[in-house]
C-alpha cells in the first residue's frame, strides 16, 4: 500500500486567527478592564454637567447677543461639551498601555501572534464604544439642561459620528505617546497642554466672531472647531459652508494618527 503523503498545512501547523478574531480578543479584554474599573468613564460625565448645568445657566444671557444667531446658549454650549468630553477621553486613552508596558502584560502581546494592527485597533473600539455611550449621555444632559435638537435623529448621528473621529485622533495620539515615553507623568502632562488650548482656541465656548482676530486666525486650522462646527451643523440642521473639507480633514488626521500609533508600537518592540 503506498503511503499518503499529507500536506504541511495538515501536519499540526497551528492556525493564526485572522485579523477581526484577534481584534476582537482585544477588544474583550480591554471591554473587562473597563467594566471592572467602571468608576473611571462614570467620573469623566461629572465634568459635563458641571459644564452644561453650572456654566450653561451662569452664562446663559450670553444667547441674547446676535453673534449666536438668534440660539439659546445652551443650545450652543452642547455640541462643544460633547466633543470636549470625547477629547480629554481620548487623552487618556494611553494610560492603559504604559499599565501593560509596567506590568509585562504589553511584552506578553509582542511576542504573541497579535498582528500589532490587532492591539491598536481593539483598544481603540474599546475607546471608541466608550465614547460614544458618554456622548450619549451628553446629548441627554444637554436635553434635560434646555438644550433641543432640529436635526434630529440624523443631526445627532452626525454628532456622535464627528464625535467619534475626534476621539478616534486623540486616542491614538494618546497611545502613541505613551508607547514613546512610557511614562504616566509625561502623557498626563503632555495630554495636559494640548487640551486645553485646542479647547479654548475654538468655537467650543464662543462663536469666532466674539472672539480675538489672533484666535479666530488659530481656531480655523483647529481640528477641534472643524468637529464642533461640524457636531453643533448636525444638532441644529444647520450645517457650515466649509463642512466637507473639515469632514475630510478629521479623517486624514484620524488615519495619521493610526498610523503614528501603530508605528510607535513596532518602535517599542525593537527597543525591548
Known amino acids: 500500500m503506498s503511503a499518503i503523503t499529507l500536506s504541511p498545512a495538515f501536519v499540526g501547523a497551528p492556525v493564526r ?27 469623566s460625565l461629572i465634568q459635563p454637567v458641571i459644564w452644561i448645568l453650572l456654566f450653561g445657566q451662569v452664562f ?38 504604559i499599565d501593560d508596558i509596567d506590568s509585562g502584560v504589553m511584552d506578553q502581546y509582542l511576542t504573541s501572534p497579535l498582528r500589532r494592527s490587532s492591539i491598536i485597533a481593539g483598544q481603540l473600539l474599546q475607546q471608541l464604544v466608550i465614547n460614544v455611550l458618554q456622548s450619549l449621555v451628553v446629548l441627554g444632559i444637554g436635553w434635560l439642561g434646555g438644550a433641543r435638537y432640529p436635526g434630529g435623529i440624523g443631526g445627532m448621528l452626525v454628532a456622535l459620528g464627528v464625535a467619534t473621529l475626534l476621539a478616534t485622533i486623540f486616542c491614538c495620539a494618546s497611545t502613541a505617546v505613551a508607547l514613546i515615553s512610557r511614562s504616566q507623568i509625561a502623557l498626563i502632562s503632555l495630554s495636559q497642554l494640548i487640551v486645553l488650548p485646542a479647547t479654548f482656541l475654538s468655537t467650543t465656548m464662543m462663536p469666532a466672531t466674539a472672539m480675538p482676530e489672533w484666535v479666530q486666525n488659530v481656531s480655523r486650522w483647529n481640528p477641534m472647531t472643524w468637529a464642533v462646527e461640524l457636531g453643533r451643523g448636525g444638532l441644529t440642521g444647520s450645517y457650515p459652508a466649509q463642512g466637507w473639507w473639515q469632514a475630510g480633514g478629521l479623517v486624514v488626521l484620524a488615519v495619521l494618527a493610526f498610523t503614528w500609533a501603530l508605528s510607535a508600537i513596532r518602535s517599542y518592540q525593537r527597543s525591548i
Do not use: E, K, N
Open 17 to 43: 486567527p485572522d485579523w477581526f478574531t484577534q481584534t476582537g480578543q482585544v477588544l474583550r479584554r480591554w471591554s473587562i478592564v473597563s467594566i471592572r474599573q467602571a468608576w473611571g468613564p462614570v467620573m
Open 60 to 97: 446663559r444671557t450670553l444667547g441674547a447677543l446676535p453673534q449666536f444667531g438668534g440660539h439659546g446658549y445652551i443650545d450652543y454650549l452642547v455640541p462643544g461639551i460633547l466633543m470636549m468630553t470625547v477629547l480629554y477621553s481620548g487623552a487618556w486613552a494611553g494610560t492603559g498601555y
